[in-house]
């Protein structure tokens, strides 16, 4: 090959790659939330699971995106181990597609693709058409690409020192390194095996060669989710670990067969004249039978990965670094909103916890906990300040309308959340002087002090527990308790100058307890705003989502 082999190989592999990341991002904007929720709601089912690992897969063409998203959902909560089992055996059959679409030609009709989707991308102004186009496009540009691919590799045929090179191949160990390494560096099992098929169709390589190539080709595509777990959560790196004991035990199986049976001769017969047809014949009965295979033990895989890498009792939580956010995983709009929702969630459970140590203080039978409403603080004020940033970073991201309204509804909650502690803080200072005997709360300023607490946690609780999206009627309940606290907060601060007047309790009571009265309805007015919120952008705080 000359220089200008050489440059339309890589232009080829840049366009194939390009293509591939227009597919992705194309149907990432197109579904939004929906594509979150589809992999999370759907993978209780481990046939389910299957197909819809499958079919995001085949869409995308890229087995890799589809397993670093899986990685993004189990780092952030919002999928367990067991499910993403099912979602990464969906993920590589749905692969072997790319290859089939190459076997059948379709590149002959890639510029038709390219250029329908380039049309609805500049001409057409709806956002989702838009997307679907991006689709589309990226589509013809990925088969362009891989013509490309197979036209810099015809010269390869003339050259002895390659098909010397080829020859070699026919040891499985050394067909499998050189499958597994060349994947690991392009990252990406779809463009290697596509390489495959260019030069088994250039006839370059024989299929029993190409055989042991493909197996480490799928071996070496759990590089790019290894790479992405690499900051994420243990379980994630689990996620990866399941990924590649797919692979490896596949690989094992299929070299067995290859070296006992006539596989590849009877792959070869199917398809006599077409090597490229024959290669994605084998790389779907790859994939397929490991699946059938292991399906029935998926729950064993994913407790093998937690044997391969357990859990460390003597690993230490960082109370004040967040659960769920990971801007390593940015590139996903749909891991990004999902990962803000739990944090928001996670904040949002510990804003309740605090406001209920405040008012049990009131109990004598409670001991007042001071030290927890202060560490929850802490974590409250830094959780701001990372969902602040988390945020600043996710709008960067091309995005939906929907999305980026849901990201900045997520970011005023986080706001009012943490003036919500504030307030908890002033009123920690102010039970202390109650616990101190710094100031007298007679029986009826602690009554009223409960039913203002009875409000706030009916509040909290309609806004932790229903999704509004379902019950919008729940933000004209909160209106209504608001008010009713404002009322309340009124009246009780009214009666507390009148006995002040009559001199039934001392000034230092009054001005503390009209103090408390302050922050309670303040707390109250950011409830509301969280309701408004929550109404608006159709999202929800329910605990258990």
Same mark, same amino acid.
């Given at each position: 090959?000359?220089?200008?082999?050489?440059?339309?190989?890589?232009?080829?592999?840049?366009?194939?790659?390009?293509?591939?990341?227009?597919?992705?991002?194309?149907?990432?904007?197109?579904?939004?939330?929906?594509?979150?929720?589809?992999?999370?709601?759907?993978?209780?089912?481990?046939?389910?699971?299957?197909?819809?690992?499958?079919?995001?897969?085949?869409?995308?063409?890229?087995?890799?995106?589809?397993? %670093?998203?899986?990685?993004?959902?189990?780092?952030?909560?919002?999928?367990?181990?067991?499910?993403?089992?099912?979602?990464?055996?969906?993920?590589?059959?749905?692969?072997?597609?790319?290859?089939?679409?190459?076997?059948?030609?379709?590149?002959?009709?890639?510029?038709?693709?390219?250029?329908?989707?380039?049309?609805?991308?500049?001409?057409?102004?709806?956002?989702?058409?838009?997307?679907?186009?991006?689709?589309?496009?990226?589509?013809?540009?990925?088969?362009?690409?891989?013509?490309?691919?197979?036209?810099?590799?015809?010269?390869?045929?003339?050259?002895?020192?390659?098909?010397?090179?080829?020859?070699?191949?026919?040891?499985?160990?050394?067909?499998?390194?050189?499958?597994?390494?060349?994947?690991?560096?392009?990252?990406?099992?779809?463009?290697?095996?596509?390489?495959?098929?260019? !030069?088994?169709?250039?006839?370059?390589?024989?299929?029993?060669?190409?055989?042991?190539?493909?197996?480490?080709?799928?071996?070496?595509?759990?590089?790019?989710?290894?790479?992405?777990?690499?900051?994420?959560?243990?379980?994630?790196?689990?996620?990866?670990?399941?990924?590649?004991?797919?692979?490896?035990?596949?690989? %094992?199986?299929?070299?067995?067969?290859?070296?006992?049976?006539?596989?590849?001769?009877?792959?070869?017969?199917?398809?006599?004249?077409?090597?490229?047809?024959?290669?994605?014949?084998?790389?779907?009965?790859?994939?397929?039978?490991?699946?059938?295979? !292991?399906?029935?033990?998926?729950?064993?895989?994913?407790?093998?990965?937690?044997?391969?890498?357990?859990?460390?009792?003597?690993?230490?939580?960082?109370?004040?670094?967040?659960?769920?956010?990971?801007?390593?995983? !940015?590139?996903?709009?749909?891991?990004?909103?999902?990962?803000?929702?739990?944090?928001?969630?996670?904040?949002?459970?510990?804003?309740?916890?605090?406001?209920?140590?405040?008012?049990?203080?009131?109990?004598?039978?409670?001991?007042?906990?001071?030290?927890?409403?202060?560490?929850?603080?802490?974590?409250?004020?830094?959780?701001?300040?990372?969902?602040?940033?988390?945020?600043?970073?996710?709008?960067?991201?091309?995005?939906?309308?929907?999305?980026?309204?849901?990201?900045?509804?997520?970011?005023?909650?986080?706001?009012?959340?943490?003036?919500?502690?504030?307030?908890?803080?002033?009123?920690?200072?102010?039970?202390?002087?109650?616990?101190?005997?710094?100031?007298?709360?007679?029986?009826?300023?602690?009554?009223? !002090?409960?039913?203002?607490?009875?409000?706030?946690?009916?509040?909290?609780?309609?806004?932790?527990?229903?999704?509004?999206?379902?019950?919008?009627?729940?933000?004209?309940?909160?209106?209504?308790?608001?008010?009713?606290?404002?009322?309340?907060?009124?009246?009780?601060?009214?009666?507390?100058?009148?006995?002040?007047?009559?001199?039934?309790?001392?000034?230092?009571?009054?001005?503390?307890?009209?103090?408390?009265?302050?922050?309670?309805?303040?707390?109250?007015?950011?409830?509301?705003?969280?309701?408004?919120?929550?109404?608006?952008?159709?999202?929800?705080?329910?605990?258990?989502?």
């Amino acid at each position: 090959m000359d220089i200008k082999g050489f440059l339309t190989l890589f232009g080829g592999l840049a366009l194939f790659l390009y293509g591939m990341k227009m597919m992705s991002d194309g149907l990432e904007a197109a579904a939004g939330d929906r594509l979150q929720l589809i992999l999370e709601k759907l993978t209780s089912n481990r046939i389910v699971g299957v197909l819809v690992g499958a079919g995001i897969t085949a869409v995308i063409q890229s087995s890799s995106a589809t397993t %670093v998203m899986v990685v993004g959902f189990v780092n952030a909560g919002m999928m367990t181990l067991k499910q993403a089992v099912w979602i990464i055996m969906g993920a590589n059959i749905g692969t072997t597609v790319t290859g089939l679409l190459i076997a059948l030609d379709i590149g002959a009709i890639a510029p038709l693709f390219a250029f329908i989707g380039v049309v609805l991308i500049t001409f057409i102004k709806k956002e989702k058409v838009q997307d679907i186009g991006e689709i589309i496009a990226g589509l013809g540009i990925l088969f362009i690409g891989m013509d490309m691919m197979g036209a810099a590799m015809l010269p390869l045929r003339e050259s002895p020192s390659f098909i010397a090179l080829m020859t070699t191949v026919e040891n499985p160990l050394l067909g499998i390194l050189i499958g597994l390494v060349f994947t690991a560096v392009i990252q990406s099992s779809s463009a290697s095996i596509g390489i495959l098929q260019a !030069l088994a169709a250039s006839g370059l390589i024989p299929l029993h060669s190409a055989a042991f190539i493909l197996f480490g080709q799928n071996i070496g595509t759990c590089i790019t989710a290894f790479l992405a777990s690499l900051s994420a959560n243990r379980n994630a790196k689990r996620t990866t670990i399941v990924h590649l004991l797919f692979n490896v035990i596949g690989t %094992v199986i299929f070299v067995l067969l290859c070296l006992a049976t006539p596989l590849i001769s009877i792959i070869g017969r199917l398809t006599p004249d077409n090597p490229m047809a024959q290669i994605a014949n084998l790389h779907i009965l790859f994939n397929v039978t490991t699946t059938l295979i !292991l399906l029935p033990f998926g729950v064993k895989l994913a407790e093998l990965a937690m044997v391969i890498l357990p859990v460390h009792n003597d690993e230490k939580e960082d109370l004040l670094k967040p659960l769920y956010l990971d801007d390593q995983h !940015l590139g996903s709009v749909a891991i990004a909103t999902a990962q803000l929702k739990k944090e928001i969630v996670h904040m949002f459970e510990i804003v309740r916890r605090n406001v209920d140590y405040i008012f049990e203080a009131l109990d004598p039978k409670v001991r007042f906990q001071k030290e927890k409403i202060e560490r929850n603080e802490a974590k409250i004020n830094a959780l701001n300040i990372e969902i602040t940033d988390f945020v600043a970073k996710a709008c960067t991201l091309e995005m939906s309308a929907a999305d980026s309204i849901k990201i900045n509804s997520y970011f005023k909650i986080s706001n009012d959340l943490e003036r919500i502690d504030d307030h908890v803080m002033n009123l920690k200072e102010y039970m202390e002087f109650y616990l101190n005997k710094e100031v007298d709360f007679d029986e009826e300023i602690q009554a009223q !002090l409960k039913e203002l607490y009875l409000l706030l946690k009916e509040c909290l609780m309609k806004l932790g527990e229903e999704s509004f999206f379902d019950y919008e009627d729940k933000y004209e309940l909160i209106e209504r308790d608001e008010q009713k606290m404002d009322d309340l907060t009124f009246y009780y601060r009214e009666k507390q100058v009148n006995d002040l007047r009559n001199k039934q309790c001392s000034a230092k009571t009054v001005v503390t307890y009209s103090e408390m009265l302050t922050d309670i309805e303040r707390m109250s007015d950011h409830l509301l705003n969280i309701a408004q919120e929550c109404n608006g952008s159709r999202i929800s705080l329910k605990i258990d989502d």
